[in-house]
């Protein structure tokens, strides 16, 4: 068989390539190594004349929370800028919800059981916070334009123990899908059984575009408030992957009934976030949004011509084969790919071949793909010309897989 034999082949070739985490690539990190000497001895000052090196500005330095503001399309005063790490803040956001309520509302800890909707495919960090808390993850189909709102709607409003809900609006975690403006109404229109319901919306991929004509979406704060219902959405987002992973500045939005109970809890946990850091993100963007959103385009010139070596790969080699179905994303950092009955053994497959993907299952909760069927591919780390031979080694991996399956069967 023509694919065993060049399977054998790849085998011989003792390849070491790793794709298992959406990274981006050492030539990404270097765009912003400017932001390590931006700052010189004597400039530890915002305009205002903010100290940054002391204590002090719990929330975030007005200037950070004024530049950051339209990333997530809010008012500078509904936003707090916080450390390196949104992952960290939603964890934060989602244990306080377990130890103290929200708003004054009962611990979820104290419920037998509360429940956290997880539209599949997602990210498995989120999946895994809620689990590692103690909640009980049910899974929502994910469609092109969202999760499946008929499901939300009736599941939030039907069972005060669903207690909130995991989203990444744009570029979705691995689908890429950027939810359409009718979703984001109907998620601003909630009517959760729970008062203490909130969305966890992650927006970890909103200036992250891969074409030069990116979508625009609505902003759900601003689309809650005017139903009367501000209350309903903590929102997320980080320069992780815009300056340095490692040393980034994260940032949260919501209502001010909500930041009023969140920043009063943040102050038992810290008496200010790396102000320093802050600072530097505003003198290496100039301190305007604009040259951050130029900054991005040199991202895409990176990682684009990426992404088209994986999708013109697949589409060369197995389209027209009818055995897997896989996205061409317009942004974010991953290619979700999907074959029945064959996802682990691909992942497997290609590690025998040198060639390390992220865990076939990973993008369910609890890592369960009920069709075994979905493999996240992250083309951002490796150079292309790696990234070409890993691909081969996966196309290569898939036909082998689906052969076996049919002679299975
Ligand atoms: C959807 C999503 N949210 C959050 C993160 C992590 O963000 P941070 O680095 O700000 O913790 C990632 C990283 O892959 C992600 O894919």
């Not at 004597?42 to 975030?60: A, K």
């Not at 729970?194 to 927006?203: H, K, Q, S, Y």
């Not at 003198?283 to 070596?309: D, S, T, Y």
Request: proline share 5%.
């Amino acid at each position: 068989m023509e694919c065993e034999k060049q399977y054998k082949s790849f085998q011989a070739a003792g390849l070491k390539l790793d794709m298992s985490r959406g990274k981006p690539s050492p030539a990404q990190l270097a765009l912003t190594n400017g932001i390590l000497t931006c700052l010189s001895e004597e400039e530890f000052q915002t305009e205002s004349g903010l100290d940054c090196r002391n204590y002090g500005c719990l929330d975030g330095l007005p200037e950070a929370k004024a530049f950051f503001a339209p990333m997530l399309g809010v008012k500078p005063e509904d936003l707090i800028v916080c450390g390196n790490s949104s992952l960290n803040i939603m964890y934060w956001a989602m244990s306080l919800a377990m130890t103290n309520g929200i708003c004054g509302s009962k611990p979820w800890a104290k419920y037998d059981k509360v429940k956290v909707l997880c539209p599949v495919p997602g990210y498995d960090r989120h999946f895994a916070v809620s689990q590692f808390l103690g909640m009980e993850l049910v899974n929502v189909p994910m469609q092109a334009d969202g999760p499946d709102m008929d499901v939300v709607e009736k599941l939030v409003a039907e069972d005060d123990t669903v207690k909130a809900i995991w989203c990444v609006p744009m570029y979705s975690n691995p689908g890429g899908v950027v939810y359409s403006d009718e979703v984001i109404r109907r998620f601003a229109n909630l009517k959760p059984k729970a008062e203490d319901f909130r969305i966890f919306w992650d927006n970890a991929y909103c200036v992250h575009h891969l074409t030069d004509n990116p979508p625009k979406q609505l902003c759900l704060l601003e689309e809650a408030r005017k139903v009367g219902n501000a209350d309903i959405c903590y929102m997320f987002a980080s320069t992780s992957k815009i300056t340095h992973p490692g040393s980034g500045v994260a940032m949260m939005a919501a209502s001010e009934k909500n930041m009023k109970y969140l920043k009063n809890a943040l102050s038992f946990s810290t008496i200010g976030y790396d102000k320093i850091n802050q600072l530097r993100h505003l003198r290496f963007f100039g301190g305007k949004f604009e040259n951050l959103i130029e900054h991005m385009k040199k991202h895409q010139a990176l990682i684009a011509p990426k992404f088209r070596i994986v999708v013109d790969t697949l589409n060369r080699e197995l389209g027209g084969l009818g055995i897997a179905k896989w996205t061409d994303p317009k942004g974010g950092y991953f290619v979700s790919f999907d074959q029945k009955g064959c996802a682990k053994r691909i992942v497997q497959l290609c590690k025998e071949a040198g060639v390390v993907l992220t865990g076939a299952g990973a993008t369910f909760p609890m890592g369960v793909d009920p069709e075994d069927e979905n493999i996240r591919i992250s083309p951002t780390f490796p150079t292309e010309a790696e990234l070409q031979k890993a691909m081969d080694v996966f196309v290569c991996s898939a036909k082998l897989a689906a052969v076996e399956k049919t002679l299975a069967e």
